[in-house]
């Protein structure tokens, strides 16, 4: 296909190719595709060097800055890589190299455009980069290397992790007032090099109308760290920032048993809540010393199961049942109904899910499970795969700004505000 384009006098570009239909419309609709990368080469050419200066010298942070001359580098793009030709500058006493073309285009990680990033990084969020590498290729007509892919992720999650505390997000549009949010947390395996299998937190903060549907959900993650303060950190500034929208909400934790998530929830909450079919698990584990016969067995926790949800205080109920049948059993009770007696004792207060329920409160902590699944597990943990520590973090910060709903739109907006 022959392809032309002509600067107008008003700056503007006009991009011209002629297109003879012949062949299949697979083969006419993939010639396009393929004209199409090439003019997407040529006005993302024109565009980087639009951002370029004419050779004068400038200020930047009240120094002055005079160009050393023009020199050439490839630029990756969305269609292609490009060469350019742009000018270099520098302090008169040397120092450290500024170029005002990738600093106004916001070129990331040096030599990739932010689109090319974007893209790039959205799918590396959902693939493996082997995977990404052949999606570019037979979608959109570009060739483009495990490492550059690699690259990107790691240079966009570098940005993610400088801004995590800085940039605040917007909600997407809610529908219905917000009665009540669930601040809940869990955690996952990760397979470290050289550490093995080390324990990545997620953390969801989910809003509730006044009937318990769920109206969003801010998801967050954390790589393995020594202790989890870097995790609670951030969960912090999002719960305060939640808190400050919606200040008459009830706040409500959730989570399984694990003690030191109580520790963290017991501080940004009002309400605990101990995830319903954790409690149930119990049940059934106890339900072996309850009742022999496996017949009234299952009838027993059927009973119990269905109480515990609906009964007013059942749990007090339930946990008088087993002191009862801790007394049949004399001075040698099975382990089993000694171990559920403290977890019923330890759990009580988080346990009364009749009220939860009428209250619109959430009762079971499904949503950061799959979160764990979903931010971590599905992407981290598949068939041969291993991590480095930092490369972990990066996944991460990009999977949840892509799991949350609004906020990737609202990153790359961020980002390209930024200005030197």
């Known amino acids: ?26 083969e006419q609709e993939e010639q396009i595709a393929a004209a199409l990368s ?39 793009t969305a269609w292609g890589r490009v060469s350019i030709s742009r000018h270099v500058y520098q302090r008169s006493r040397g120092g450290k190299i500024y170029v005002p073309l990738e600093v106004g285009a916001r070129v990331v990680g040096g030599n990739c455009t932010p689109y090319l990033s974007k893209m790039v990084s959205w799918k590396y969020a959902q693939l493996a980069a082997s995977r990404v590498c052949e999606d570019m290729a037979m979608h ?42 669930a601040i809940s947390r869990d955690g996952t ?11 990545t937190m997620c953390g969801t903060i989910s809003l509730y109308n006044k ?5 969003h959900t801010i998801y967050k993650a954390c790589a393995p760290e020594k202790g989890k303060e870097g995790f609670d950190r951030v969960m912090n500034k999002e719960v305060e920032e939640i808190k400050a929208l919606f200040p008459s909400a009830k706040y409500v934790g959730l989570a399984d048993g694990a003690a030191n998530n109580w520790t963290y929830l017991n501080g940004c909450t009002t309400e605990q809540v101990l995830d319903f079919y954790h409690a149930t698990e119990h049940l059934s584990e106890v ?15 059927d009973e119990a199961c269905h109480d515990l949800k609906h009964r007013p205080k059942a749990a007090v109920f339930l946990f008088r049942e087993l002191q009862a049948k801790q007394k049949e059993y004399g001075e040698h009770p099975p382990q089993v109904l000694l171990d559920n007696l403290t977890y019923l004792s330890n759990n009580l207060k988080r346990m009364d899910y009749c009220r939860f329920l009428k209250n619109g409160f959430p009762i079971g902590s499904g949503v950061t499970e799959a979160a764990c699944k979903v931010l971590a597990k599905q992407r981290l943990s598949g068939s041969g795969m291993r991590w480095h520590l930092h490369k972990v973090q990066d996944m991460l910060l990009i999977r949840e700004l892509v799991c949350t709903r609004g906020r990737w739109e609202q990153f790359w907006a961020f980002y390209d505000q930024i200005r030197a």
């Not at 290397?145 to 690699?150: C, E, G, M």
């Not at 690259?151 to 966009?156: F, Q």
């Not at 400088?162 to 009540?180: G, H, T």
Request: hydrophobic share 30%; net charge neutral; glycine share 8%.
């Open 1 to 26: 296909m022959e392809k032309s384009y002509k600067i107008e006098s008003d700056g503007s570009i006009s991009i011209t190719f002629n297109f003879k239909p012949e062949g299949s419309m697979l």
């Open 38 to 76: 090439e003019a997407g080469r040529l006005a993302s050419e024109l565009s980087l060097k639009s951002f370029d200066t004419g050779g004068e010298s400038i200020i930047v942070n009240n120094e002055k800055l005079s160009s050393r001359g023009e020199g050439k580098k490839n630029y990756e």
């Open 140 to 181: 959109h007509h570009r060739s483009i290397s495990r490492k550059l892919v690699q690259k990107i992720g790691s240079e966009v999650g570098l940005i993610a992790w400088d801004k995590e505390m800085e940039w605040s997000y917007d909600l997407p549009e809610l529908k219905e007032v917000v009665k009540c949010v």
């Open 189 to 199: 395996t990760t397979p470290i090099i050289g550490q093995g299998y080390r324990e």
């Open 211 to 215: 009937t318990g549907d769920r109206l």
């Open 287 to 301: 339900s072996v010393a309850m009742e022999p016969n496996e017949e009234r067995r299952k009838k027993w926790l």
